[in-house]
């Protein structure tokens, strides 16, 4: 069973960088797309950013030119670099994994815990 464990996230001004982590385990996810969502109080659900098994990256409007999704898949990593963070993007942000190699689930499970980002003013 897959298990996802995020870190990285934390209290940043407007206009700062985060990088965000999420480690993989129990089950190879090499073949698998892998993605990063958020949800921030009283909103929906948003994917922000997902990344194929062949390295092809999607963004969602939101945070294209902004966010980077990356994979490192020897060390079953995924890495999400938020800059030029914007008040709108506080959230709790989770990863992920996909269903098949191309696409993400439909409800983004199985996830992991999240990582709470804060940017302030």
């Known amino acids: 069973q897959v298990q996802l464990v995020e870190s990285g996230g934390g209290s940043v001004q407007s206009g700062g960088s985060l990088r965000l982590s999420c480690a993989v385990s129990?089950?190879?996810?090499?073949?698998?797309?892998m993605g990063w969502f958020r949800q921030a109080p009283g909103k929906e659900r948003e994917g922000v950013a997902s990344?194929?098994?062949?390295?092809?990256?999607m963004y969602s409007d939101s945070v294209k030119g902004r966010f980077t999704i990356s994979r490192d898949n020897a060390q079953s990593m995924l890495y999400l670099q938020l800059n030029n963070l914007k008040i709108e993007d506080t959230a709790m942000y989770y990863c992920?994994?996909?269903?098949?190699?191309?696409?993400?689930?439909?409800?983004?499970?199985?996830r992991g815990q999240g990582t709470q980002v804060t940017v302030s003013a």
């Open positions: 129990g089950h190879p996810t090499n073949f698998y797309c």
């Open positions: 990344i194929d098994s062949d390295g092809l990256t």
């Open positions: 992920a994994k996909g269903a098949t190699a191309t696409s993400m689930t439909n409800d983004w499970n199985p």
